[in-house]
Each structure stands twice: as structure tokens, then as C-alpha cells.
């Protein structure tokens, strides 16, 4: 039987199931990114009403959700899809977009998102090269793949997501899969604090709250699969890219002050340019640094 070792030295092996198995991750992170904000708010919506103690009368009830249940269903015709529908890319390129009970559209976004999930999959493997770690780090791009497109629809980071992440990076470091253990706990506990400090800082100036503890726990995650580092170098770039889209949006699409813009998408590119890049990026750092 085939060794780890035979696998990553085996280049068109790796990356093939590198490609199919990412292709198929991104068709889960499509249902994770749709669901569960819903199962959040079903949560929620059931403490609240155990909270004040409502008659089970007068009480919402909605259809158990989870990740794996119920089946996937057309939200226009209630159809259910088949396997054969299901296929990351391919099935909705066979079906031409479209529903094959109703006709209706099917939003391009599901294959484009199984599409750069595989994207990015084989590029890390490539500029981390073929090792264990390399295949480790997946996971973190996975997860940021979905906590992007959830706070873009949602401006939610669930902790289900963001806290695991944070405890995995921990973990694994603690063996050196990406950096030493002790980068990686200070990494966690100097993201947190830092977005945490801003956070409080802006509200006592203005009153308001200047972004979400979401994006606290996930800076804490990058921190420890980055190490502490990393983390000026993706505050600086999530910052800039941030303010870029912000003042783009107000100019071109009249996008009010008022109206919030997720942080979180710009979090995780830059976790991602520091994964990929994180050498690059320190030797640049220090040497503006003059270290």
C-alpha cells in the first residue's frame, strides 16, 4: 500500500486528487455557507422564545436544519436534486444553469466557488510544495473560502467556524506543521487583542461599534496557523484592501457611510496572501523595518 511519502512524490497524483477532492469540498462549502446561517438563526430564534417563555402555540416551527439534512431541493419547484445533479462544475454545465424539473436559473456562484476552491487548493499545495503541511493548510483555506462568502451575505463569522480554526492552528503548531508553537500562541492571543483594542477604542471615541467580535476571533485563528509575525503584515494589507473597496463603493455605487462593509473577506485574503507568501512578505516587512 502507498506511503504519504509515494503520494507527494508523485506530482500528477497529488495534484489530480488534490483537484477532485477539493472540487468536492467546495460543493460542501456551498450548502455550509447557505445553511448555516439559518441553523444560526433558527438558534437563536429558539432561545429567544425560551428566554421569554412563549406558549409552545406561539412558538415558530421550522424544519429541523443541518448540514446534511434535509436532502438539497430547488428553491423554486421544491425538486430534489439527484446525484447525478450534484457534481461539482461539470452538472451545471450540463444542465446549462438551469433546473432540470422547473427550468429556473441556478446562480452561477455554486460552481464558481467549487471552481476556486480547487483553485486555491492546488495553488497552496504548489507554493507551500508537496509536503504534509502543505495539505494541513487546506483546511485554513477551506475555512476562509467559507467565512468569506458568509460575512459577504450575512456580516456574520460564526464561531463555530472561527473558533475551531483557532484551536486546530494551536494544535498542529504545537508540532510545527507552519511555524513554532510559541509564534503561534502569542500569534492567537496578539490578533484578538489587537481588533479587540480597536474595537473598544473606536466605540468609547464614537459610541459605535467600528466592526464585529467576529473579526477578532479570526484574526486570533490567523494568528495561530500565521504566527504573530504575519500579523501586522495582514492587518496592513486587509486594512488597505478594505478601505480601497469602502471609499470605491461609496464613490461608484453610492454606498452610504452608514451602511456596514464586512471586514472579515479582507481578513481572510490577507490570511491567504500570508500563507502563500509568508516568506516573502517577512523579508519585505523587516527589511522596511530595517531589522
Not at 406561539?58 to 436544519?65: N, V
Not at 456574520?156 to 513554532?180: A, C, E, R
Not at 473579526?215 to 486587509?238: E, N, R
Not at 517577512?282 to 530595517?290: E, H, M, R, S, T
Amino acid at each position: 500500500m502507498p506511503t504519504l511519502d509515494v503520494f507527494l512524490a508523485t506530482p500528477w497524483l497529488l495534484y489530480l486528487s488534490v483537484i477532485f477532492f477539493s472540487l468536492c469540498i467546495g460543493s460542501f462549502l456551498n450548502v455550509v455557507i447557505l445553511r448555516l446561517p439559518k441553523m444560526m438563526q433558527q438558534e437563536w430564534r429558539c432561545q429567544c422564545e425560551e428566554f421569554l417563555e412563549l406558549p409552545e402555540k406561539q412558538r415558530k416551527s421550522d424544519t429541523p436544519l443541518s448540514l446534511s439534512k434535509p436532502a438539497s431541493t430547488c428553491p423554486s419547484c421544491g425538486h430534489q436534486i439527484r446525484a447525478w445533479e450534484n457534481v461539482p462544475v461539470i452538472s451545471w454545465l450540463l444542465l446549462r444553469g438551469k433546473c432540470s424539473s422547473c427550468m429556473t436559473r441556478i446562480s452561477p456562484r455554486y460552481p464558481i466557488i467549487e471552481a476556486v476552491t480547487a483553485l486555491f487548493s492546488v495553488a497552496t499545495v504548489a507554493l507551500l510544495g508537496p509536503t504534509e503541511s502543505s495539505l494541513w493548510a487546506l483546511l485554513l483555506v477551506w475555512s476562509l473560502i467559507a467565512l468569506t462568502m458568509i460575512d459577504f451575505d450575512t456580516q456574520l463569522l460564526p464561531d463555530s467556524i472561527t473558533l475551531p480554526l483557532m484551536w486546530l492552528g494551536l494544535v498542529l503548531n504545537y508540532f510545527g506543521v507552519l511555524t513554532d508553537f510559541e509564534s503561534a500562541f502569542w500569534g492567537a492571543v496578539a490578533g484578538y487583542l489587537s481588533l479587540w483594542s480597536v474595537y473598544w477604542l473606536f466605540k468609547l471615541a464614537t459610541g459605535k461599534e467600528g466592526m464585529g467580535h467576529g473579526d477578532f476571533k479570526l484574526l486570533a485563528a490567523l494568528g495561530a496557523w500565521l504566527g504573530w509575525q504575519l500579523l501586522p503584515a495582514v492587518i496592513l494589507l486587509s486594512s488597505l484592501v478594505g478601505a480601497v473597496v469602502g471609499i470605491s463603493l461609496m464613490v461608484f455605487k453610492k454606498h452610504g457611510r452608514e451602511v456596514p462593509i464586512p471586514f472579515g473577506p479582507y481578513l481572510a485574503a490577507a490570511g491567504v496572501l500570508g500563507l502563500w507568501f509568508g516568506s516573502e512578505i517577512l523579508v519585505v516587512w523587516f527589511g522596511v523595518l530595517g531589522a
